[in-house]
């Protein structure tokens, strides 16, 4: 989540949404190998920092809705890695130091304001050749579910009930027009949660 705005009740829906073992095991795969400085955007309740290896030094987590935020702070305390807790958001990002080694954007890019002006500032931040891991669900291949996602985007509705989040977003193209370089994507494995809608899981670098 990345709008600046508070929703109280989304972010309680989404503490119990996203507790389901299949999206614990993409997270888990989503950070295998991370090393060094990181960022991530969007930490949400701080529910993925258990996954972080030891090989992560230093972990900086963004997230701007206020009770999300909060969880995030008292989960801090229990991660295997030092973590920092800021507000902000993923298009303007809190003063912090650049060069990171990784960034981390796990169902973050869905809900954002400016697609590309996040990707441009995650892109800012990370040292030459640095990674961006990134979890996100995208536009279906199906042209039936396709059609109704651009529908649920345009009516709006789904935005206001998902705090921002969009269905439709072509989030891989939008990486690549950033700048970053896809070095691989695959299709996570939620069961019914992926089907008809894909999630995706990647890597890419940046230049």
Do not use: N
């Not at 989503?30 to 996954?51: I, N, S, W, Y």
């Not at 801090?76 to 990002?93: D, F, I, N, Q, W």
């Not at 954007?105 to 931040?125: F, G, K, N, P, W």
């Amino acid at each position: 989540m990345s709008a600046a705005q508070s929703h109280p009740v989304f972010a309680r829906l989404w503490t119990l949404a996203s507790d389901g073992d299949a999206l614990q095991r993409a997270r888990e795969d989503l950070l295998r190998g991370v090393q060094g400085r990181g960022l991530e955007v969007g930490a949400g309740d701080g529910r993925g920092f258990k996954h972080y290896p030891p090989t992560v030094t230093e972990l900086v987590a963004v997230e701007p809705e206020p009770y999300l935020r909060r969880r995030a702070e008292l989960a801090s305390g229990h991660a295997p890695v030092p973590v920092k807790v800021l507000a902000g958001t993923a298009e303007r990002l809190p003063p912090v130091e650049g060069d990171f080694d990784f960034a981390v954007a796990s169902l973050v890019l869905c809900s954002v304001s400016d697609q590309a002006r996040a990707l441009t500032e995650l892109r800012r931040v990370l040292r030459p050749g640095g990674e961006l891991r990134f979890f996100e669900h995208v536009l279906a291949t199906g042209p039936p579910v396709a059609a109704a996602q651009r529908w649920l985007d345009r009516s709006g509705l789904w935005p206001r009930l998902g705090a921002g989040c969009h269905l439709s977003r072509d989030t891989l193209a939008a990486i690549t027009a950033a700048g970053f370089q896809i070095q691989s994507v695959r299709t996570a494995q939620l069961g019914v949660l992926a089907r008809p809608v894909p999630f995706l899981v990647g890597r890419a670098l940046a230049p």
